[in-house]
């Protein structure tokens, strides 16, 4: 079973940093592009970013709200996907979402992770 | 950016009804569409990609089609479990961007 869980959330101020962690388990992680999303609260979805596979050079994706601020990383030893958030705003505040990517689209979600950023 | 359009942002509904909705891409994106359901304090589910490709473990009740700026999504026969808010998102181009979501209730 494909099982996607999400950690690292909590209160953070403004300008801070903050890094959550995607446990994957249930699949061949290395085989897969992973990606984050968040929402808002009481807002809709949103991409924040996507890493290819090694396979596929390991790159990245970026919003733009996001771009030069977060970092999204792999470990496939471990399974686990990271999305490094610097220099955070108010507007900020989400629950993130880690997923898995196939065929370029996302298959799984994880549970989500609440981070709060505020003074 | 690719903005996507749905419509109607909510619908009212009874059990057994056949449901549509509809989301509009303000470009061409080929059939990079992908539907997702989100139910209230809960993670969004997957059940649609490519357009009209049902995700594994998706009942047939559940059918999209669509292709270039036009897209819908079909409940054939909404049940209790239904009742949620439903987005589109395209992913033909970066950045990856979702409809503002329908929220289907009960009549």
């Known amino acids: ?119 | 950016d690719i903005q996507m359009t749905q419509s109607p942002s909510s619908l009212s509904a009874s059990v057994g009804d056949r449901v549509t909705i509809t989301c509009r891409a303000s470009q061409g994106i080929s059939n990079y569409l992908a539907w997702f359901q989100q139910k209230p304090g809960k993670a969004p589910k997957s059940l649609i990609y490519a357009a009209s490709s049902l995700q594994s473990g998706v009942p047939s009740k559940f059918s999209g089609s669509g292709s270039g700026t036009d897209f819908t999504l079909t409940i054939s026969s909404l049940q209790p479990e239904d009742f949620a808010t439903y987005y589109c998102q395209q992913y033909n181009s970066y950045p990856w961007t979702f409809g503002q979501g329908t929220k289907v209730e009960i009549k």
């Open chain 1, 1 to 119: 079973e494909v099982q996607l869980v999400e950690s690292g959330g909590g209160l953070v101020q403004p300008g801070r940093s903050l890094r959550l962690s995607c446990t994957a388990s249930g699949f061949t992680f290395g085989d897969y592009a992973m990606s984050w999303f968040r929402q808002a609260p009481g807002k809709g979805l949103e991409w924040v970013g996507f890493i290819r596979s090694k396979a596929y050079g390991g790159t990245t994706e970026y919003a733009a709200s996001v771009k030069g601020r977060f970092t999204i990383s792999r470990d496939d030893s471990k399974s686990i996907a990271y999305l490094q958030m610097n220099s955070l705003k108010t507007e900020d505040t989400a629950v993130y979402y880690c997923t898995r990517v196939r065929v370029i689209v996302s298959d799984y979600w994880g549970q989500g992770t609440l981070v709060t950023v505020s003074s």
